[in-house]
Nanobody
């Protein structure tokens, strides 16, 4: 059973919106940070946004501030990433990940080695 499953990706035009979902199963949110990372074609994976499962604190990469919004529904064990005003440079495989929030705050929210669960990813393609 895959702990995290992403959905909602697709092919859109610049300026359009998409909402990604990350559903967790097999474990209970305790005090995790749940994050979205992305890997553009030919580039390294990078952090996009993160939310605390406990107090809802949010973090955003500079490239997406003001356009993307992360939210959570603990009752549904789901984290969302609302992506507005999409740009061609947002094209990437988007991954959901979960890790211990206290460690993430201490080591760095975008420290990928701290995340112990990863989804398989969902493709987002933005055409110009």
């Amino acid at each position: 059973q895959v702990p995290l499953v992403e959905s909602g990706g697709g092919l859109v035009q610049a300026g359009d919106s998409l909402r990604l979902s990350c559903v967790q199963s097999g474990f209970r949110w305790n005090y995790e940070g749940i994050a979205w990372f992305r890997q553009p074609p030919g580039k390294e994976r990078e952090g996009v946004s993160c939310i605390s499962s406990k107090d809802g604190a949010t973090y955003y990469a500079d490239a997406v501030k003001g356009r993307f919004t992360i939210s959570r529904d603990n009752a549904k064990n789901t984290v969302y990433l609302q992506m507005n005003n999409l740009r061609p440079e947002d094209t990437a495989v988007y991954y959901c990940a979960a890790g211990p929030y206290e460690s993430l705050v201490r080591v760095g929210i975008w420290s990928q080695s701290q995340y112990y669960y990863w989804g398989h990813g969902t493709q987002v393609t933005v055409s110009s």
